[in-house]
């Protein structure tokens, strides 16, 4: 027996239809909302991730600053910092422009990884990128870390908003061999655009038209297919537009990375199952005049992701939420001839949360001890990895990651 | 009574020969120019329905790969393009794909791109994929014996699959591998073993600035044993033995048939063209005239069967709007939609159909007319589709309904739809059911978001 198109239509989301439909019913339909887990649980299973990505080679040294070594301020004889007034412990502060970063180190929410870094570091923006995004340092992968994780342990559920990319192109570490991870620009992109010129009442019967023209239909399997994605689709962007309407956000996001990850917070308070969530913010490529462009980056990386966990405490999930933050590499211990910095090697990681056991981790590199003018790392960044994967998205991290690491105790 | 769409129809292999019940008309030319072409223009159909369907498929494959209408231009814009970059190669095809005369031709070099599928992600010289994809231009329909045996020297794929490091005594089985696995037989028609020799074969083989050449001090010529055989096998030796397994030709007939005619062909389709492909002696033109001119391929079966990839659905869509659009708007569009040319996901290239809808993918999609039909404030053409209406003298909204079903829909709606879409034309700012009469004020108000619905229908999506 066939449904009718314009039965469906008539029929509201929570209604008996929708279960009709089966394998269709929106993802967020048959999830437990966040509250119902106990956020007490370390690896629920509704415990979510947000990589945020800093492209371009974050100079580590100007981030978690050596400011206690000599060896430091006669390499960086313009570009150093000798501000110390956000110190980590006696020897290492943060960038000054990172204040907010402070306060959630001063919580116990932001741990600081230090020299993170692989074996035989590749200098080359692409190749250490995806490095660092197939976990792979040797051999070309074309599916990513994360793409792995999705693979492995999300396979058979319903992928379609398992990981969600904020931005306009997929990460490498996002490619699985499955379904394909949507990139979400802006939620106003998400969903049926209205056409310029007409007016509100057309916009809602174009609306209302395209879901009937659309409604599940089985004539063929084709067309079965594609009705019951659209319908999926259609419903569910109308419910995240219905969330974006209801969302409010607790704080003031900055622009750049601040929107995205506003955004994120967004679709999280959403329920709609998303596990990852991947954004990125650019510009760290600072071969010349370094300050105070850098700073200003670092700052906007602290006071985004503070926001964004103030956000997300504020609406009591903030203990579900685990960020990441890693770059493709660091950056030389001298600056060079324009007051900048070339490509380099280690840099440090952070990783912040309300479940996050703040403070300080790997040791730092030291700068007597450098590999042609390069830190050597002491963190292999894959530890980092296996430690999300196994403590917080309950995953068996050498199946994902194709190899053993042993798991840090950030969480 | 069976369901013409749900069964493949009886006879198959037969020509297709046009009836009352089924006649030689836009639907079926369209059909084709979706699948052997990048889709119908009122141009192109009016031509092929001017034809028998054979003259029609011969018109369409019977290019001369030789005649690149292009290389002029390119030589024009040689202060402009940078082929080294990927990005811009991507450009300069979609450029190709919205002017050329012989849409055929790219249709077959795309075909061929996601078979031996190879990504700038690892390649990085954006000249050396443009030189794959030329290959692919020039011996695309050629014999699928001498395409592949090109494949293997070709530079991209010597890079792509590691063949500039497979050097005798440290072989690299990389390329011996995914020939096998993915270029011709499929994965159990090879042991481990067979892996290890055949890379031994392909040895040697280097691209440098110069072209690609054989050296000889890093090519092993000692016996290797493939498929029982042994030989001191070279890279040509090599992909002849291959092709002389029985697995080859039921591995490249079945992705033709899916590629051309139906994502779910049966053994009986696969057994007959594998059977036709031997025949030919690898020869691909006459087997897939053959297969395009069949009653099996002008079926209900087929038609609509396949799920347009985004290269088709956008390159599709500007087609059909007239062919105007930049092309850095039309590869964003296909890129968000999941298609990246020259980055596909691996070398198995793209899954196709059901993997390229997505929540996010499918509502791009829906919007593309959105898109298409909106004026820009940025630099970039868009077609310009009030004027072909007006030119196509439509008036009235049942005729502005006909005129944009035809151009994309083959003039084929359900009446339901095109009532719906008429009602929506009717519909006055305040609420009421008024007059409808095409000008520049309804094409805003009222076509430009028909325009979009008709390209938001599932049956838009179908190729």
């Keep these: 027996m066939k449904t009718s198109r314009r ?52 100079d580590g040294l100007n981030t978690v600053i050596p400011i206690g070594d000599d060896v430091y301020h006669k390499s960086r004889q313009v570009i150093g910092i000798k501000d110390r007034s956000l110190m980590l412990d006696d020897t290492l502060a943060l960038n000054p422009s990172m204040t907010a970063f402070k306060e959630l180190f001063s919580q116990g929410k932001l741990a600081v990884i230090n020299g993170c870094g692989y074996p035989q570091p590749n200098r080359s923006h692409f190749r250490s990128m995806e490095i660092w995004q197939t976990a792979d340092p040797i051999n070309f992968q074309t599916s990513g870390w994360l793409g792995h994780y999705l693979d492995h342990m999300v396979r058979g559920t319903d992928q379609s908003l398992t990981a969600i990319n904020v931005g306009s192109q997929l990460p490498t570490a996002l490619v699985t061999d499955g379904a394909p991870v949507p990139s979400i620009q802006a939620i106003a992109d998400f969903g049926l655009v209205a056409d310029q010129g007409i007016i509100a009442r057309d916009v809602a019967a174009e609306n209302k038209l395209i879901a009937a023209m659309n409604a599940v239909r089985e004539e063929t399997p084709a067309l079965q297919f594609l009705t019951r994605q659209a319908t999926n ?179 | 009574m069976a369901n013409d769409f749900l069964t493949p129809p009886e006879n198959p292999f037969a020509p297709f020969v046009p009836a009352a019940a089924s006649p030689w008309d836009k639907r079926w030319a369209s059909h084709l120019l979706r699948r052997a072409a990048l889709g119908p223009t009122s141009a192109m159909v009016d031509k092929l329905t001017a034809l028998s369907p054979a003259k029609a498929v011969d018109a369409l494959l019977d290019y001369n790969p030789a005649n690149d209408p292009f290389s002029a231009e390119l030589d024009s814009l040689a202060d402009f393009l940078t082929l080294s970059n990927a990005d811009q190669v991507q450009q300069w095809w979609y450029h190709r794909m919205l002017n050329t005369t012989q849409p055929a031709q790219e249709r077959i070099a795309l075909y061929w791109h996601n078979h031996f599928a190879t990504s700038a992600s690892k390649v990085m010289d954006g000249k050396m994929l443009a030189g794959q994809i030329d290959l692919f231009r020039q011996k695309g329909l050629g014999s699928f014996r001498e395409l592949l045996k090109s494949v293997t020297k070709d530079p991209a794929m010597l890079v792509w699959l590691d063949g500039q490091t497979n050097r005798k005594g440290k072989p690299n089985e990389n390329y ?193 007319g959105q898109r298409l039909a909106t004026p820009s404030s940025e630099y970039i053409t868009k077609p310009d589709l009030e004027t072909a209406i007006k030119t196509r003298g439509a008036q009235t909204a049942d005729e502005v309904i006909n005129c944009l079903v035809d151009l994309f829909l083959d003039g084929r709606l359900d009446a339901q739809s095109r009532t719906d879409l008429a009602d929506f034309m009717y519909i006055g700012p305040d609420g009421k059911t008024t007059t409808f009469a095409y000008n520049h004020n309804t094409y805003t108000t009222k076509v430009r978001p028909v325009i979009h619905m008709l390209m938001a229908t599932p049956e838009y999506q179908l190729a």
């Design chain 1, 7 to 58: 039965d469906l239509l008539k029929v509201s989301l929570s209604g008996a239809a929708v279960v009709s439909i089966g394998s269709t019913i929106p993802a967020f339909l048959t999830r437990f909302a966040l509250a119902d887990t106990p956020a007490t649980n370390p690896v629920a299973r509704d415990n979510i991730l947000v990589v945020v990505q800093l492209s371009g080679g974050n």
């Design chain 2, 176 to 368: 011996g591998r995914e020939v096998m696995e993915l270029f011709t037989l499929g994965i159990g028609h090879y042991t481990e073993q067979d892996v290890k020799e055949i890379a031994r074969a392909f040895t040697g083989w280097q691209a440098t600035s110069a072209g690609v050449a054989l050296n000889p001090s890093q090519f092993d010529a000692d016996d290797k044993t493939v498929f029982g055989v042994t030989g001191p096998l070279d890279a040509d030796g090599a992909i002849d033995l291959i092709l002389q397994q029985p697995a080859a030709a039921e591995h490249l007939s079945q992705k033709l048939l899916r590629a051309f005619v139906h994502p779910n062909p049966t053994q009986l389709h696969i057994d007959y063209y594998a059977s036709r492909l031997l025949e030919h002696d690898w020869e691909i033109k006459p087997v897939l005239k053959e297969m395009l001119t069949s009653r099996l391929f002008f079926s209900d079966w087929a038609y609509r069967s396949k799920i347009k990839s985004p290269v088709e659905l956008v390159v599709g869509a500007v087609l059909a709007m007239g062919g105007r659009a930049g092309t850095e708007f039309v590869r964003q569009q296909a890129n968000r939609m999941g298609q990246t040319l020259l980055y596909p996901p691996n070398v198995k290239g793209w899954d196709g159909e059901q993997a390229w809808i997505n929540s996010n993918t499918l509502l791009l999609r829906f919007n593309l």
């Design chain 1, 233 to 411: 689709a259609i419903v569910s962007a109308a419910e995240i537009h219905r969330l974006t309407n209801n969302y409010k956000p607790d704080v003031a996001y900055p622009g750049g990375l601040g929107q995205s990850l506003r955004l994120i917070a967004q679709l999280i308070a959403g329920n709609l199952g998303t596990r990852l969530y991947y954004c990125e913010i650019g510009g760290f490529d600072t071969h010349s005049a370094e300050e105070p462009q850098h700073s200003q980056l670092l700052g906007a990386v602290a006071s985004s992701i503070s926001a964004f966990h103030k956000d997300l405490a504020a609406k009591r999930i903030d203990d579900k939420v685990v960020v990441m933050c890693f770059s493709e590499f660091g950056r030389r211990v001298e600056q060079n001839a324009s007051n900048g910095t070339d490509h380099g090697t280690a840099a440090p990681m952070f990783v912040s949360g309300g479940a996050v056991k703040g403070g300080l981790y790997g040791r730092y590199p030291s700068l007597a001890d450098l590999d042609a003018g390069d830190l050597k790392y002491t963190t292999d960044f894959r530890r980092v990895y296996a430690t999300i994967l196994e403590k917080w998205l309950s995953a068996d991290s050498a199946a994902v990651l194709q190899n053993s690491f042993q798991p840090m105790d950030f969480i």
